[in-house]
Structures are given as C-alpha cells and as structure tokens.
Nanobody
Framework: QVQLVESGGGLAQAGGSLRLSCTVS????????IGWYRQAPGKEREWVAT?????????AEFVRGRFTASRDIANTKNTIYLQMNSLKPEDSATYYC?????????WGQGTQVTVSS
C-alpha cells in the first residue's frame, strides 16, 4: 500500500525558509514523479511543483526562484524535499505531496506552513 507522509511545516517569518519532506512507502520515488500541492483556507488546492524521476523538477510560477526540490541522496530514505526560501505570507497553506500510480492517486495528510509578516 502506498503511503505518503509530509513533515517539516511550521511557523516562519516572511523572508525565512522551511524545508518540507515527503516520505513515501510502498513505491519508489525513483519510479514515479512526486507532486507538491498546497491549499490555503477558503481556496482551492493548487499545484506547486513536480519532481521527476530524472531529478528534474518543474515549479509553479509563483514559487519559481524561491523553492527548490531534491531527493535524499541515494534514495535510501525514499524522501522528496521541498526547500522553501524567501517565504511570503501568501505561501501560508497546508502543503501536500501526491503520487500517481496508474489510475490511482495518493495524497499525504499534509503539513501546515504559516508565514508571518
């Protein structure tokens, strides 16, 4: 069974940084792309980034240049990281990672990020 667990959220000041983790079990992060999404209260969930199996990544325009992504070295932890720099109050949201395997979509439970001005 595929499970995703996010962690690393918390409170940061504007201009600060946080690093989120998404640990996957039941599937290798080397075999499928992993997506990051976020949802702020009262808003729809939106795509933030996709980390591909070839180590490349794509980012939404509103985080490009501020957020980066990486995998754990040698994939021993089966974990994807989202490094968030130059945080803004509008980055406050619950962040989720997502994995697609065939027709199945798996989500983590989310990790809350709050950025104070």
């Amino acid at each position: 069974q595929v499970q995703l667990v996010e962690s690393g959220g918390g409170l940061a000041q504007a201009g600060g940084s946080l690093r989120l983790s998404c640990t996957v079990s039941g599937s290798s992060i080397s075999s499928v792309p992993i997506g990051w999404y976020r949802q702020a209260p009262g808003k729809e969930r939106e795509w933030v980034a996709t980390i591909y199996t070839t180590a490349g990544a794509l980012f939404a325009e509103f985080v490009r240049g501020r957020f980066t992504a990486s995998r754990d070295i040698a994939n021993t932890k089966n974990t994807i990281y989202l490094q968030m720099n130059s945080l803004k109050p509008e980055d406050s949201a619950t962040y989720y990672c997502r994995l697609n395997r065939g027709a199945q979509i798996y989500w983590g439970q989310g990790t809350q990020v709050t950025v104070s001005s």
